[in-house]
């Protein structure tokens, strides 16, 4: 707190004037959190533009485009209306008069709840999106997020909000899955490539695992402890088939030299028995495991990144609104 620059100090002065009808203003944030029919609204200022915004679903969902839009023709002091996640923001018509801006926050905020509250809009939580009692908000490096408990547990620093924010973006697996396979059969080339002629190296597993964590990523929307999972396992597997395909070449190659008549495809079904018989069990495990290792190192960075970030904690501020306003309506 007091920590205002001078630009502001205009802004946070003019916040205050809610106060009186139950806000709490955080002046880090140049927002002001309260309540208006029951719905938790802030009040904030970005720049030279006001806005006011809620966490709210009906029945579980989110509004759908054409009620933003219907809300925005409805409500004369509203320009525009965009949600992330949970979170509405209705952008307030300007006006260079502190008076009739001040009158349109509080007709916008009123006839806003009126709207949502008909259609049985209720507060939910920013990131899980439920409906929960213990939903506060909380200022987060000057921003303000509403949480329930135990999403503010897991988000309490602002990268870790936004992650948590992120998190909350639907991860779409078996595209990611498709994708992730894609890009693996890319890499699984390379190495095939560089197997059959003759030069292993560190950075194939790498490219492999990079590929399949690029495509999963790609396809799904994001990464997760299951997307990372999917490409440890595809790592593994297509570092054996590539390995084994190679390898299969090679010997197919091999007895086409001698004369003998054979094709690729049983020489890969049988490639287990022709590389005991041969004696290259050890050649072969040790190329597949020199590819998987490595390929397992970036995927374990990668992990240990996730684990450390849900780690970082920093200080946030609760904005508490008491609860006698919670059900201020405005005259
Ligand atoms: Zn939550």
């Known amino acids: 707190m007091g920590n205002v620059s001078s630009l502001d100090s205009g802004k946070v002065s003019f916040l205050k004037k809610f106060n009186g009808m139950g806000f709490r203003l955080d002046e880090e944030s140049v927002s002001t959190v309260g309540f208006m029919n029951g719905l938790r609204f802030t009040i904030s200022i970005e720049g030279c533009t006001y806005m006011i915004s809620t966490s ?57 709840s009126e709207l949502l509250k008909k259609s049985g809009f209720v507060n939910v939580c920013e990131i899980c999106g439920e409906p929960l009692d213990s939903i506060e908000s909380y200022d987060i490096n000057g921003r303000v997020f509403d949480f329930c408990d135990d999403c503010h547990e897991a988000c309490d620093s602002y990268v870790q909000a936004r992650k948590c924010l992120d998190d909350s973006v639907r991860e779409n697996i078996p595209k990611g899955m498709i994708f992730g396979f894609l890009g693996g059969i890319l890499g699984a080339a390379l190495i095939v490539l560089s197997v059959f002629l003759g030069s292993v190296s560190t950075w194939l597993g790498v ?27 595809m790592t593994a597997a297509l570092s054996y088939l590539s390995c084994r395909f190679a390898f299969a070449i090679k010997y197919f190659n091999l007895v086409k030299e001698y004369g003998h008549h054979t094709d690729l495809f049983s020489v890969f079904a049988n490639m287990p028995a022709i590389i005991r018989n041969n004696g290259m069990t050890r050649d072969f495990v040790e190329v597949v495991l020199y590819c998987c290792v490595f390929g397992f ?34 005259v």
């Open 207 to 233: 490219a492999l695992a990079y590929c399949l964590l690029l495509g999963y990523a790609t396809g799904s929307g994001k990464m997760s402890r299951l997307g990372l999972i999917y490409c440890t396992v």
């Open 297 to 330: 190192c970036l995927i374990g960075g990668d992990m240990l990144m996730m684990v450390k970030k849900r780690k970082t904690k920093t200080t946030d501020i609760i904005i508490e609104v008491p609860e006698e306003r919670h059900f201020y309506t405005a």
């Open 56 to 112: 709210v679903r009906s029945g579980g969902l989110l509004p759908e485009d054409e009620f933003l839009k219907y809300i925005v023709s409805e409500v004369d002091c509203i320009r525009d209306a965009v949600y992330q996640n949970n979170r509405i923001t209705f952008i307030i018509q300007k006006t260079l008069l502190s008076e009739k801006l001040m009158n349109n926050i509080v007709d916008a905020l009123r006839e806003v």
